[in-house]
């Protein structure tokens, strides 16, 4: 195909806007059929495969949450066993966490920060591939192991001894502990290549003063991710070894510490939730500005609270170990840090109200999202306050008190935003508007159904009723409230079937959307919906933190990158000057192939240590085929 | 059988507990520790109410208010933006003022739950998958007895429980006395309890430890110091070795030679076994299998006879009796008061 190009004709600057197009789309397509749907390396396909995943997990997820709402609708029911239930729960949150809420939030950013930045492709786009099918091979390992009945039961947190050999008979335990290395895997693939395209790939121009706050907030999440996901990789590594082989890390008898489990497992556990919140915090601050019509009031105050916020969240994991009979002083040292989580959490809500303030609001869906986001977010940041107190959190710790807490904060701190985000960016994705009849219903339905579904729980743990029981005793008073907010449960679950039915709807049949339908300011909304293969004709320059609001009409851009092979342009760290044109890889089946060998010796060493020997075989085998020259054009540059 | 028993038994805790259906709630505190946990739970919770709605009030203000003109996005006035830079940085630093606030409470209200010493009533609490075994130890070891699932304290003392996980980790809590504390293998955590006024309370594990998390509950029964002498006296007694009654000698007969003995304790018989609950004054309490059913005949023989369908998973295997041994053995234990 390149061959009937002049050698002389490959730069950008030499070619006609028709030709050039022609040619970027030739050399940065994805070839069509099964081939190239499990070849590609765009990030646009990538991200919305992934995204379309996350939201499946979210649909599965949120199944199993009606089947735990109908077994507590009432005391002492037999709709579900203990055994089942357990399954349920831990799956449930496993899911949510690891399959849903991580992946998801990484999956809007592999699609959009490559656009925010103005590049053409993520960096290290076959490990983002590769991410991927990992990510995917560990939902079904998860998935399937539920439906064989051998889905874990030990809770998302896997406390040992309960996950030791011991107590956990069976290969349950291995399958959660392994279904945590697939998802790091992934999690921390992505990290790296957003760290990298941040960095490197950002517009000549993009100074770190003009980075969306969006990207900003991708960029402080990776940075958490590659800190605190090795934590859990020892901890799990350590669990698989004391099941598998004999080790006593975790075992009382030998020396081992069953803390040291807690202290692991929070290490890593805790920033998770800042995992799930910092990029809804750049949502929100992408959906205020946009739908505030004007720039999001205190961009410095809001980067230095993501970053604040990054840094504190590896401070804080003791207190979900205030009751474990940690010393006093110790506990004590560890409220400040909780608490003071909640001066950057202050400073983002203060600044957003500004803006709200200052700016003429438009009253879309998006907007919608966000005010219940911070209706609801206020409330789980209080309660946070309230658990970081040691003496409260003795009272509620390990009840619906905290249940409720964390439904809000995850719900309404982050899943409200990203609902809000699909709504703001499906036309970029699709290219199609979502309906705004539709999206004020699912709006109404799911915050009224979650708000009366979760708030009853505080006054239930308040009450005394614990987390994680399959049910409860008719002497006690709590089954008005359950029944209560089982009722609500359906509605949620309502408001997110209309939202499901909105998705679909609107990807067939949805109004044309344009380039800029919400006349946005970012780098995204510079080229057509969806955007090309190649994302943009010429590579953006920017002046400013919004662009097309600055230059509305006619967006400054250089030139000067080849168009027969896939090039990037590499910018400077802090003034995103160009420094070089960088080749990023064509589409490869390798990923793909390594990812299988890397899942079946993962699955494979759940029942036999020598898995990790002989399946390391294929696996190096397969980083061969990936990264052996294979001729193209980008080898030679 | 075991159903209807269920089903007649079901109403009978309602009934015999109906004046006190909060007796596990943290927002019903009797214990010195509770009451000012649960003070400062109210001084948080009321003030963080305030400045939801504070937040909620602006929120609202600031998307309702009336504005001025339309101006294009980037056309910022700079003094308004400085003057909302003070606001913002006042709001922020009111923030920081009150969470500091809260730590201060938070420590003064540690401090403040007082903690048994050594010379207090002392009890070894230990967590089992999925019942607890209560050991009185002091102040006088040699007086010192055990029981299972039921805790009994004396009113107006402190008392210093020793909690430790005996397999994984199970957490106790009675919300109406005091915040909770785990228990850990390998580990011996400690917490004090008081009550000042006669009552009785229920506690339940709160971390999640197995199938029967659900079912792993307990009751503390504050007495006055002189009824809780009289009840100590009559637990560290032995079980009645002789009886007039046929059916409980038969019950006692088909208790030791069938596997029961195995497992659970009888003091003053040869069933010593110490995997299950010790059952030597098991009539004396109000509930079996830790605060399944309320004690009584019928209760113990729907649990002997099926204890998998009413508990299910627990360690307890059914033991195949004859309905006359049923009878007989639900007649003895009833009779372990």
């Not at chain 2, 429980?161 to 199970?170: M, S, T």
Request: proline share 6%; glycine share 8%; aromatic share 12%.
């Amino acid at each position: 195909m390149t061959d009937t190009i002049a050698h002389a004709q490959i730069l950008d600057t030499e070619l006609e806007r028709p030709r050039l197009t022609g040619q970027l789309a030739e050399t940065w397509k994805t070839e069509s059929g099964l081939w190239g749907a499990l070849s590609t390396v765009d990030h646009k396909i990538i991200g919305r495969r992934y995204i379309t995943t996350a939201f499946v997990f979210l649909l599965l997820g949120g199944v199993l949450a009606i089947l735990m709402r109908l077994q507590l609708a009432g005391p002492e029911q037999r709709l579900i066993g203990p055994d089942r239930y357990n399954q349920i729960f831990t799956i449930h949150g496993a899911n949510m966490m690891f399959l849903f809420a991580v992946p998801v939030m990484e999956a809007m950013g592999v699609y959009l920060v490559p656009l925010m930045v103005g590049t053409r492709n993520i960096a290290f786009p076959r490990l983002n591939a590769f991410s991927y099918w990992m990510f995917l091979a560990g939902g079904l390992v998860l998935w399937i192991s539920f439906a064989l009945d051998m889905g874990p039961d030990v809770g998302w947190f896997a406390y040992v001894p309960l996950s030791g050999p011991q107590y956990a008979p069976g290969k349950r335990a291995d399958i959660w502990a392994q279904m945590i290395t697939f998802t790091e895997v992934a999690a921390l693939a992505v990290a790296v290549e957003i760290v990298v395209t941040v960095f490197k790939q950002r517009a000549p121009g993009m100074s770190l003063d003009r980075i969306p706050l969006f990207v900003w907030a991708m960029l402080v999440t990776s940075f958490v991710v590659i800190m605190a996901m090795p934590a859990i990789m020892v901890a799990s590594t350590s669990l698989i070894l004391d099941r598998l082989v004999g080790t006593h890390f975790f075992n009382p008898a030998e020396g081992g510490d069953v803390l040291l489990w807690q202290h692991l497992f929070w290490f890593f556990g805790h920033p998770e939730v800042y995992i799930i919140f910092i990029p809804a915090v750049g949502m929100v601050s992408t959906l205020v500005a946009t739908f505030s019509r004007r720039p999001v009031y205190g961009y410095l105050a809001l980067v230095v609270a993501l970053i604040g916020t990054g840094i504190l969240a590896f401070g804080l994991w003791v207190h979900h170990m205030f009751t474990t009979g940690l010393p006093r002083l110790g506990e004590s040292f560890f409220t400040a840090p909780s608490m003071a989580i909640a001066i950057p959490s202050g400073v983002q809500i203060f600044c957003w109200i500004a803006t709200l303030w200052e700016g003429r609001p438009v009253f879309k869906t998006p907007l919608l999202f966000v005010i219940g986001f911070i209706v609801t977010f206020v409330i789980g940041g209080l309660t946070g306050v309230m658990v970081a107190s040691v003496p409260f959190d003795t009272q509620v710790h390990d009840t619906y008190f905290v249940v409720a807490h964390f439904h809000y904060v995850l719900i309404g701190g982050a899943v409200f935003p990203l609902l809000g985000a699909v709504y703001y960016w499906f036309p970029k994705f699709t290219g199609r508007m979502m309906s705004e009849r539709l999206g004020r219903w699912a709006f109404g339905l799911i915050f009224i159904g979650f708000h009366a579904t979760f708030f009853p729980m505080h006054i239930l743990g308040l009450e005394g009723m614990p987390r994680r029981v399959y049910t409860y005793q008719p002497d006690l008073p709590w089954h008005g409230l359950n029944l209560f907010a089982s009722a609500s449960a359906v509605v949620l679950a309502a408001g997110f079937l209309v939202f499901f039915i909105d998705v679909v709807m609107s990807a067939r049949s949805g109004n044309l959307a344009g380039d800029n339908p919400w006349d946005a300011p970012t780098l995204e909304w510079a080229t057509s919906s969806p955007p090309p293969a190649y994302n943009f004709a010429h590579m953006p320059v920017v002046s400013g933190a919004h662009p097309l609001w600055e230059q509305p009409g006619a967006l400054n851009v250089a030139d000067g990158l080849h168009t027969d092979r896939r090039e990037v342009l590499v910018t400077a760290i802090t003034t995103a000057a160009p420094q070089a044109r960088e080749s990023s890889p064509q589409n490869s089946i390798w990923p793909l192939l390594t990812a299988i060998a890397t899942s079946i010796m993962l699955i494979w060493s759940i029942f036999s240590p020598w898995a990790v020997v002989w399946g390391s075989i294929p696996i190096a085998i397969t980083l061969i085929g990936w990264f052996w020259p294979k001729g193209t054009p980008e080898d030679e540059a | 059988m075991t159903r209807r028993i269920r089903t007649a038994l079901s109403s009978v805790p309602l009934l015999l507990l109906g004046g006190c259906s909060n007796w596990q709630s943290a927002l019903d505190a009797r214990g010195a520790s509770a009451i000012s946990l649960k003070h400062l739970i109210v001084l948080i919770v009321a003030v963080c109410s305030v400045i939801w709605a504070l937040v909620m009030i602006a929120m609202i203000h600031a998307l309702w208010r009336r504005r001025e003109a339309w101006r294009a996005p980037l056309d910022l006035r700079a003094p308004r933006e400085r003057r909302i830079g003070w606001i913002v940085s006042i709001c922020v630093g009111l923030t920081a003022v009150i969470i500091a606030g809260f730590t201060v409470a938070s420590f003064f209200t540690t401090r403040n739950i007082s903690v048994a010493g050594q010379d207090d009533l002392t009890i070894r609490i230990g967590g089992l998958q999925w019942w607890w075994s209560v050991e009185y130890l002091g102040p006088d070891p040699a007086r010192g007895f055990v029981s299972a699932n039921e805790i009994h304290i004396p009113t107006g003392r402190n008392v210093r429980l020793l909690l430790q996980g005996d397999d994984v980790i199970h957490s106790f809590w009675v919300p109406s006395l005091a915040g909770k504390q785990d228990l850990i293998p390998g580990r011996i955590n400690e917490i004090t309890i008081r009550a000042d006024r006669p009552g009785t309370y229920r506690g339940q594990c709160a971390e999640f430890c197995g199938l029967q998390h659900a079912h792993m509950g307990f009751l503390v029964t504050a007495d006055t110091p002189e009824e809780f002498a009289k009840w100590a006296e009559a637990q560290r007694a032995t079980a009645a070795s002789t009886t007039d009654d046929e059916e409980i000698a038969a019950g006692r007969d088909t208790f030791m030679r069938k596997p029961c003995a195995g497992c659970h304790s009888i003091r003053g018989t040869q069933a010593t076994g110490t995997s299950g609950p010790d059952l030597t004054h098991v009539g004396s309490r109000a509930f079996i299998a830790a605060g399944l059913l309320p004690t009584s005949r019928g209760a113990l023989a729907a649990w002997i006879s099926d204890p998998q369908t009413l508990k299910p998973g627990n360690n307890m295997p059914l033991v195949p009796l004859s309905p006359d041994e049923l009878r007989a053995v639900s007649a003895y234990l009833a009779s372990l008061k």
